[in-house]
């Protein structure tokens, strides 16, 4: 791009910031967060070529904000954990706020992830779908259900509203 939003880093990162700063003036800074995915390529977007220089000065001008919340998918959305490209560790240290992470995560690999301080939170997407009681299921250690994906973004209720808890399918 040559216009305003191409080319250097700072071009790039103007048009996220202008929205944050639009939500930030409305909702205030303790109320709004930010989800960014470095390097994913779901749903067909281009990862930058560069994501480190441009997501680490996005994130360095995301820091000085006051966000509620900084969330990263590490990897490839629903899929890899390949975390080629980008310092998602450093990353927590440069926004100096509260972060999230997903994509993939376990229950260990979250307990790892929270407890030797990678990320202060883990979100789930994926096994919320298959077992709506996830929560319940983590802490009495039960199994957890598999996701039926040829149900997955259907017209109706099967296949997100269906599933058994872990109480009825004991």
């Known amino acids: 791009r040559t216009d305003e939003f191409g080319g250097s880093v700072a071009n790039r990162i103007r048009f996220p910031l202008a929205v944050v700063d639009a939500v930030l003036a409305v909702w205030g800074p303790g109320r709004v967060g930010i989800r960014l995915s470095p390097v994913s390529d779901a749903s067909g977007a281009l990862p930058d070529s560069n994501p480190q220089a441009v997501y680490g000065a996005l994130i360095d001008e995301l820091s000085s904000r006051g966000l509620a919340y900084l969330h990263l998918v590490e990897g490839q959305t629903g899929s890899t954990r390949t975390l080629d490209g980008f310092d998602f560790g450093g990353a927590r240290s440069r926004f100096g706020g509260f972060t999230i992470f997903n994509n993939g995560y376990t229950k260990a690999m979250a307990i790892e992830a929270i407890e030797s301080g990678h990320t202060d939170a883990v979100a789930f997407g ?38 058994p808890t872990a109480a009825a399918s004991e």
């Not at 929560?135 to 599933?163: E, H, M």
């Open 126 to 163: 994926r096994p919320f779908i298959s077992n709506p009681d996830l929560v319940k299921r983590f802490a009495r250690d039960l199994p957890l259900a598999d996701v039926n994906w040829s149900t997955v973004y259907g017209p109706g209720p099967v296949g997100y509203t269906d599933y």
